[in-house]
């Protein structure tokens, strides 16, 4: 009878110990993500990462710190007294990080890791990246982050280009052995402005007004009228609505 009791007890203290376990990991998990890993990235890996190990000895992964390097393993879980990184952050031997001692909460929490036996997540195969970002002279090459510049206009395109575009345009036809085609009569330029920025075409009143103007800036005149017109917005909103996705739709009402 007292060892079926027993039994019993046992039954019942065994999850209740299992479910502390567990909560205990979960503190220990917390307690290294929020506390250790980001010192760990912000003071160690810079020298002592995937890009870098000085004295061979890497600390971005449990398993090299158990490994160590060339004085042997950084760390022993549970004995902090005995782990060679806990000493050097101290600065009884070796003083690391070198440009200057941790803080004394900072020492706190990578001793105190190391005392409740250097919890890490096993899930988690991945190493510790450094905070300190790699900017490579390919990255420091890319067009959007240099600096603006006044671009050297080409000589090109004498006779017919009228501003700075056309005689980069000219450029490149001529590179490519082409030559510019012959300049629109004023029937065909109001019809291209009205379809490029309303998107409909003239009427003939309008084609009619347009070809009969004759001040010198009528083509410029009539630019200004079409873009000015709620047309203009109509037609370029509908391509950044639809770039963002917009529809008045609710789709299941096959609408």
Not at 40 to 66: F, I, P, T
Not at 205 to 212: G, P
Request: aromatic residues 8%.
């Amino acid at each position: 009878m007292f060892i079926r009791i027993l039994g019993i007890i046992g039954l019942l203290v065994l999850p209740a110990l299992a479910c502390a376990e567990d909560a205990i990991n979960v503190e220990h998990m917390k307690f290294f993500e929020s506390k250790v890993r980001p010192l760990l990235a912000s003071k160690c890996v810079q020298c002592h990462g995937a890009e870098k190990q000085k004295g061979e000895l890497r600390l971005d992964s449990l398993a090299a710190m158990l490994k160590g390097g060339e004085s042997g393993p950084s760390l022993v879980p549970g004995k902090p007294e005995e782990s060679l990184m806990i000493e050097a952050i101290h600065y009884a031997s070796f003083e690391m990080p070198p440009e200057g001692q941790l803080s004394p909460d900072s020492i706190e929490v990578l001793s105190r890791w190391v005392q409740i036996g250097a919890p890490w997540p096993e899930a988690d195969s991945s190493h510790i990246r450094s905070s300190e970002k790699t900017f490579t002279d390919e990255d420091r090459n890319w067009w959007a982050i240099q600096p603006v510049r006044e671009p050297e206009v080409p000589s090109t395109g004498e006779g017919w280009a009228r501003n700075e575009v056309d005689r980069f345009i000219a450029r490149k036809l001529e590179a490519a052995g082409l030559e510019p085609a012959p300049e629109a009569d004023r029937y065909e330029l109001v019809r291209r402005a009205y379809f490029d920025l309303h998107g409909l075409p003239p009427t003939p009143e309008q084609i009619a007004a347009f070809v009969n103007d004759n001040r010198p800036d009528a083509w410029q005149q009539l630019i200004n009228e079409l873009m000015e017109s709620p047309r203009y917005g109509e037609r370029w909103a509908q391509h950044w609505l639809d770039v963002v996705r917009y529809a008045e739709s609710d789709g299941y009402n096959e609408d």
